[in-house]
């Protein structure tokens, strides 16, 4: 059960997470204020739901731009948000082939 639940999980953000930042990013290029809160808002939940708060805060913080109608200001943090993606995918990839591992050994 709960740990291969868990595995399965992740697997599935990180397997729809390249394709998601694709269409945010861009989305943030072409200006498309709705696209961006709209994948901003999909990717802050399933982030959120794993426990990446900080990460959750930063779409919720660009989400909230974009309806604002702040697309500028948006523009200007989405690199930093990109970066901390990359950072995300790194832990999340890592814990998934350890978790795998442990199960492996068992």
């Known amino acids: 059960g ?19 930042l694709e269409r945010l990013s861009l989305a943030v290029e072409r200006g498309e204020a709705d696209e961006v809160a709209d994948v901003a808002h999909m990717l802050k939940s399933t982030t959120a739901m794993l426990g990446a708060e900080d990460v959750a805060g930063e779409l919720r913080a660009l989400e909230q731009g974009a309806r604002g109608g702040e697309l500028a200001s948006v523009s200007d943090g989405f690199g930093s948000i990109l970066k901390t993606f990359g950072e995300l995918e790194k832990v ?7 978790s795998r591992h442990e199960r492996a050994a068992e």
């Open 92 to 98: 999340l990839q890592a814990w998934l082939d350890d």
């Open 2 to 20: 709960g740990v291969a639940d868990v595995e399965r999980l992740v697997d599935l953000y990180l397997g729809q997470l390249d394709g998601r």
